[in-house]
């Protein structure tokens, strides 16, 4: 596939990420292609081993997600989704893309199994090739996975076990990547999810960085992709929603607090990017 613009979307999940692919996605013109759980290690990431994606503003699905079985959403998705068909199939390969958007979830950037440049050779980014690295604060960030259930909980936080210090050391390492302290990621550009859902001036020097067909400076939809919100599902316009007030549901969970009582550098770190979010 050729395509004018590459862009690689790398994030935790739960870090209100695909709020921002869908509004990237609606800023440019058709032919465009978004797919969902990429990995880099992957050879053929687009053909063989594609599960939901994005043709123009049509969902496909090539086979029916583990995790919509897991966590018993199949019929819901079906709603949303619709059977790839052999035309599609077909454009995938063969289409020359205005925009060919990816999505990696809990990458770790320094163990990236092959360079950037060996990676995107393959489609021959015309235009843009970007890394888009989107991060949240890690209060709100570890209050919506513990809400979601799915990838931590309250248990975990009280145990303080492998799975917690796993996904804090994961985002410290996109905190520090953020910041500039490391430099994994080439032709990058950061975006900070607390200020891309209250700040339509953020947004629109983002639009501008993205080098987008059309600004879309206003966005009130909530990402139905991973899920919706782990706090209100899909069925609230996305501005009503307390995106940055999610830690107060846990506030005086003794775990909860101490999670970042005890650790400085994880505090610190968020409060270079986002400033101070309480008064842990």
């Not at 053929?44 to 966590?71: E, G, M």
């Not at 199994?113 to 709100?140: E, T």
């Not at 953020?178 to 700040?199: E, H, M, R």
């Amino acid at each position: 596939m050729n395509t004018n613009n590459l862009f690689l979307v790398i994030a935790m999940s739960r870090s209100g990420h695909h709020g921002v692919i869908d509004w990237i996605y609606e800023q440019f013109l058709p032919e465009k292609f978004f797919f969902n759980y990429c990995d880099f290690s992957d050879p053929d990431p687009l053909f063989t081993h594609r599960v939901q994606y994005y043709y123009n503003n049509r969902k496909y699905y090539a086979k029916i997600s583990d995790s919509w079985i897991k966590y018993g959403l199949v019929e819901q998705k079906l709603k949303e989704f619709v059977p790839e068909t052999e035309d599609v199939k077909t454009k995938i390969l063969s289409v020359d893309s205005n925009l060919l958007m990816m999505n990696f979830e809990n990458l770790n950037p320094a163990k990236l199994p092959m360079s950037y440049d060996q990676y995107i050779k393959r489609f021959n980014p015309v235009k843009n090739s970007l890394c888009i690295l989107v991060i949240r604060d890690i209060f709100n960030f570890i209050a919506s996975r513990v809400k979601s259930g799915r990838e931590l909980t309250v248990k975990d936080l009280t145990e303080n076990n492998a799975c917690l210090r796993n996904t804090v050391e994961l985002w410290k390492i996109h905190a520090r990547e953020y910041l500039g302290i490391t430099n994994y990621l080439p032709q990058k550009v950061s975006v900070n999810f607390n200020k891309w859902f209250a700040d339509v001036e953020y947004r629109k020097k983002l639009s501008k960085m993205l080098q987008v067909d059309n600004e879309i400076l206003n966005w009130n939809t909530v990402s139905t992709y991973g899920g919706g919100s782990s706090f209100d599902d899909k069925n609230i316009n996305a501005s009503k929603m307390k995106v940055l007030e999610r830690w107060r549901v846990y506030e005086n969970l003794e775990p909860y607090r101490n999670l970042f009582q005890n650790d400085i550098e994880l505090v610190s770190l968020s409060e270079k990017i986002f400033g101070k979010i309480n008064n842990f």
